[in-house]
């Protein structure tokens, strides 16, 4: 049974920093992608950042050069960290993991792409 756990959020001020996490047991792919979606209350769900297995990295332009996706695949886990926190990051963020990787190396980023999920973490930035 495959469990993905995400920790790490919480309230922040704006142009601060946080850090999430997610592990994920009984889950393994060896050419996947997996990755952090948001939902902001009263908007559609919607991608953030993912990472294939061999470590390429896409980042969605709202976030590009500020979020930064990794993973540690010795410990089965993926990062996103957070800088330069704004109000609009506001948002309950989900680990998600179990796409398959494009032919081209890309990744999906349509949620219906990901198998798995995550419970969600609530990520808050005020002024």
């Known amino acids: 049974q495959v469990q993905l756990v995400e920790s790490g959020g919480g309230s922040v001020q704006v142009g601060g920093s946080l850090r999430l996490s997610c592990a994920a047991s009984?889950?393994?792919?060896?050419?996947?992608?997996m990755g952090w979606f948001r939902q902001a209350a009263g908007k559609q769900r919607e991608w953030v950042s993912l990472?294939?297995?061999?470590?390429?990295?896409f980042h969605a332009d709202s976030v590009k050069g500020r979020f930064t996706i990794s993973q540690d695949s010795a410990k089965n886990t993926q990062y996103l960290q957070m800088n330069s926190l704004k109000a609009e990051d506001t948002a309950m963020y989900y680990c998600a993991a179990g796409a398959s990787a494009l032919t081209s190396g890309a990744c999906w980023v349509a949620e219906g792409a990901y198998k798995y999920w995550g419970q969600g973490i609530q990520v808050t930035v005020s002024s």
């Open positions: 990472i294939t297995t061999s470590g390429r990295t």
């Open positions: 009984g889950y393994t792919c060896s050419r996947c992608c």
